[in-house]
T-cell receptor
């Protein structure tokens, strides 16, 4: 079974600074998808960024980028120029190529200090 | 992006009663819907996966007779918590998928059983 681990329960960053959230996963599959979701206080899950395992290039979405290390099974999220609105729970998630279900990590609570 | 709605957003019920939560995909046909449960400050735990017109597949440890899932159409899935007890109080989130495309999450339903 696939597992997703987020080793940082909480992180803090100063507004306008950069922060990196860690995620590791375990799988025997070669093709899969990785995601970062944001869950603000409203609890609505919002997709931040998505990475296909077959792509070597790291995904980027504006201030959000990932460092995908397939061999190390690592998938970290970098948030640049942090904003107060970035404060939320962040979940790393895995989905197999043929599968339907998402496996979530335990989450990292990000606090942004003004 | 695609929109998924949930109703109600918050429900309070008495112990022993049943409560139904609806999940609708508003602008796309959801071949698969997922139901998650989230306790405070914890990650999302998959309860069951349902495909339109088929019986739901429940995760290990989830009582299928207690958490009834119906996916009668491509735009509606319902979760009924039968004979609810205080320990069933939680945040329930649905997610909808069309084929193997991205997952779209509903805003969640907070269930409080008194």
């Amino acid at each position: 079974a696939q597992t997703v681990t987020q080793s940082q329960p909480e992180m803090s960053v100063q507004e306008a600074e950069t922060v990196t959230l860690s995620c590791t996963y375990d799988t025997s599959e070669s093709d899969y998808y990785l995601f970062w979701y944001k869950q603000p206080p409203s609890r609505q899950m919002i997709l931040v960024i998505r990475q296909e395992a077959y792509k070597q290039q790291n995904a980027t979405e504006n201030r959000f980028s990932v460092n995908f290390q397939k061999a190390a099974k690592s998938f970290s999220l970098k948030i640049s120029d942090s904003q107060l609105g970035d404060a939320a729970m962040y979940f790393c998630a895995y989905r197999g190529n043929a599968g339907n279900m998402l496996t979530f990590g335990g989450g990292t609570r990000l606090m942004v200090k003004p | 992006g695609a929109v998924v709605s949930q109703h109600p957003s918050w429900v309070i019920c008495k112990s022993g009663t049943s409560v139904k939560i609806e999940c609708r995909s508003l602008d796309f046909q959801a071949t698969t819907m997922f139901w998650y449960r989230q306790f405070p400050k914890q990650s999302l735990m998959l309860m069951a996966t349902s495909n339109e017109g088929s019986k739901a597949t429940y995760e290990q440890g989830v009582e299928k007779d207690k958490f009834l899932i119906n996916h009668a159409s491509l735009t509606l899935s319902t979760l009924t918590v039968t004979s609810a007890h205080p320990e069933d109080s939680s945040f329930y989130i649905c997610s909808a998928a069309s084929g193997t495309a991205s997952r779209y999450f509903g805003p969640g339903t907070r269930l409080t059983v008194t």
